[in-house]
């Protein structure tokens, strides 16, 4: 596309078939403590 | 950003100006509206190119997860982490501390290991299926009883292989008592440690002062930083930092960090009644916003140099970040996450610790009180009605219940000035995303 160019490869929709195994880390146990960050968590599941 | 894909678009200024009017105009229709500022080729290239995106679900797309997240809602809970309160006491007086300076407004105490090893036997026992266990030594300050951490760590170990379980240690800490033998065993043993201290040295000990208000911590706690952080090199470990309405300029601490070799960097908003003299109000929002935005103005340019940092904040993944069940969930407290106090009293999570309305139950009888799991169950972006049309909502799962029920009542009912940094956080985030794609050669006009 010359005009539009999309950084990222996948869609939120695409992780519903095979996520929320829960194997990923609790959001506040990283470093906050007090505020909830999701969005930089790894996603442990190799079936996604 | 499309929100409800998770897409994120650079675009030139004829598709910045062209995607609000997409939808309810015709090709035609606008060619006319455009064709004074633009060739009409590159117009109708872009409303082709903005049809392809929306035919792929990657624009413009709606939001088709509500009874999806009410079926994950419904499956019975398993506890996968607990925050250990192996002390309710500590070594400093930190003006800002939720904790009453680690009695969380009760008693001084230090959990026993008896306590401690019940905690891990309830985590297993109530962990379902999940591998992946985890736990904060948490505190006051766990290292004044740090014989206990090392005990219940080996129990844990002693666990896995006979229960299939990976556990996970962390701890956090203040500093003052860490030494060699304790870093050699926090570099065996935890996942990640997080080392307290607030930025420059007079803001840190302004706000993180001794006992007895002689001598400076940040003199005691940064040599020992910088050599535990090194021989973890540099990963797995964050400084973390609390602003406060007395370093709204917290970008330097930030870079203060960065410039003294520290490569994980969190410094985050302080938690405060809105009567503390130090609790962030409406009036410093605009010095807190050009802070973060001037933080990452920085980080991108130090990056581009090749001598970036993490921030946490601004940490995120486009790409393959969590599944949208989990950013839908919430922060699992009180379901997924609990905190175990010395006593062995179980609370949603260690911020509601000390508050008697939240006591679930304890480590010898399990939770007591399945309407507080239900309520904290029940709660997701979908309950939280001002998360609803929010963009950030995939990112922040709606915001911490604390937060929202120290200022509203009701873990459902966000903390607005709460929001308000979150989202700059994920706007500065992705400018950051968007920036350094471009820098690898994409030759597009960044208007994201």
Redesign the interface.
């Known amino acids: 596309m010359k005009h539009i160019k999309t950084i990222n490869h996948t869609v939120l929709k695409d992780s519903m078939a095979a996520g929320g195994c829960g194997e990923c880390q609790t959001s506040c146990q990283s470093a906050c403590k007090t505020s909830c960050t999701v969005g930089n968590q790894h996603c442990e599941n190799k079936n996604r | 950003m499309d929100v409800?894909?998770?897409?994120?678009?650079?675009?030139?200024d004829?598709?910045y100006e062209m995607i609000p009017l997409w939808q309810d105009n015709s090709k035609e229709e606008l060619v006319k509206k455009l064709q004074d500022r633009y060739p009409q080729e590159?117009i109708c290239?872009?409303y082709d190119?903005?049809g392809?995106?929306k035919k792929e679900?990657?624009l413009f797309?709606e939001d088709?997860?509500r009874n999806?997240v009410d079926a994950?809602k419904a499956r019975p809970v398993?506890v996968?982490?607990l925050?250990l309160h192996i002390a309710h006491d500590c070594n400093l007086a930190c003006r800002y501390c939720f904790a009453g300076e680690g009695e969380y407004h009760g008693r001084r105490a230090l959990m026993s290991y008896e306590v401690g090893r019940k905690a891990l036997d309830f985590l297993v026992q109530n962990s379902g299926n999940?591998?992946?266990l985890?736990v904060?030594f948490?505190g006051g300050e766990p290292t004044m009883n740090f014989e206990v951490v090392k005990q219940l760590v080996a129990y844990g170990r002693s666990l896995e292989k006979p229960h299939n379980k990976n556990f996970?240690f962390?701890l956090?800490t203040n500093g003052i008592l860490l030494d060699d033998a304790m870093c050699e065993f926090i570099n065996r043993e935890m996942s990640?440690v997080?080392l307290s201290i607030d930025g420059r040295k007079e803001i840190n000990d302004f706000m993180r002062p001794t006992r007895n208000h002689i001598g400076s911590t940040y003199d005691i706690i940064m040599p020992k930083y910088k050599k535990l952080a090194e021989s973890r090199h540099q990963m797995n470990y964050?400084v973390?930092g609390t602003f406060t309405h007395y370093n709204l300029d917290f970008a330097k601490d930030v870079l203060h960090f960065a410039d003294e070799g520290f490569e994980q960097i969190?410094v985050?908003?302080v938690?405060a009644k809105p009567e503390d003299d130090y609790a962030i109000r409406e009036e410093d929002m605009p010095q807190i916003m050009a802070n973060y935005e001037a933080l990452a103005a920085e980080l991108l340019r130090r990056k581009l140099e090749g001598r970036g940092f993490n921030f946490?904040?601004f940490?995120?993944?486009?790409?393959?970040?969590?599944?949208?069940?989990?950013?839908l969930q919430?922060?699992?407290?009180g379901c997924?996450?609990l905190a175990v106090t010395p006593w062995g009293d179980l609370y949603p999570?260690?911020?509601f610790v000390g508050d008697e309305k939240f006591l679930m139950g304890n480590v010898d009888e399990g939770i007591t009180r399945p309407d507080i799991r239900q309520m904290f169950r029940q709660s997701n972006v979908y309950t939280r009605e001002k998360c609803r049309n929010c963009f950030a909502k995939?990112?922040?799962?709606?915001?911490?219940?604390?937060?929202a029920y120290n200022f509203n009542q009701s873990i459902d009912e966000p903390y607005e000035i709460?929001c308000e940094m979150?989202r700059k956080r994920?706007e500065c985030?992705l400018m950051i995303?968007?920036a350094l794609?471009d820098a690898r050669g994409?030759d597009?006009e960044v208007n994201s």
């Open positions: 409800e894909s998770g897409s994120v678009h650079l675009v030139d004829l598709a590159d290239d872009t190119e903005i392809e995106l679900g990657r797309t088709i997860y999806y994950f398993q996968k982490a925050c999940h591998r992946n985890e904060d948490f996970r962390t956090t990640n997080v964050y973390r969190s985050e908003p938690v946490f904040h940490m995120i993944d486009i790409d393959r970040g969590p599944c949208v069940a989990k950013r919430g922060c699992g407290s997924e996450y999570c260690h911020q995939y990112y922040c799962s709606g915001g911490c219940s604390a937060n709460g979150q994920i985030a995303k968007a794609a994409e597009t």
